[in-house]
Nanobody, 125 residues
Framework: QVQLVESGGGMVQTGGSLRLSCVASGRTFASYAGGWFRQAPGKDREFVAAISSRDRTYYADSVKGRFTISKDIDKNTVYLQMMSLQPEDTAVYFC???????????????????WGHGTQVTVSS
């Protein structure tokens, strides 16, 4: 059974930083892509960042230059380092792991078949 557990969310002021973690069990990020999505109240879930099995990364335009996705294979963990946070970054952040095993990332949620429970990020102005 594949499971993902996110952590690291919290409340910060505008301009602050947070690092989210996503630990996987039952499937390895060495072979499967990982992605971060977020969902604000009343809005659809949106793509934030993804990393392929070969460490290629891709970002939404809204976070490019501020967020960095990375992974630690030994810990089977994907991270999202978030800097220069803005109030519009406030959302529940979800980690997903690719379902088809190609190792390529997806920028839509359909490419991920398992999700964590989410972690709340709140940025105050």
């Amino acid at each position: 059974q594949v499971q993902l557990v996110e952590s690291g969310g919290g409340m910060v002021q505008t301009g602050g930083s947070l690092r989210l973690s996503c630990v996987a069990s039952g499937r390895t990020f060495a072979s499967y892509a990982g992605g971060w999505f977020r969902q604000a109240p009343g809005k659809d879930r949106e793509f934030v960042a993804a990393i392929s099995s070969r460490d290629r990364t891709y970002y939404a335009d809204s976070v490019k230059g501020r967020f960095t996705i990375s992974k630690d294979i030994d810990k089977n963990t994907v991270y999202l380092q978030m800097m220069s946070l803005q109030p519009e970054d406030t959302a529940v952040y979800f980690c997903g792991i690719e379902g088809d095993g190609w190792g390529s990332f997806y920028t839509t949620s359909i490419g991920y078949d398992t999700w964590g429970h989410g972690t709340q990020v709140t940025v105050s102005s």
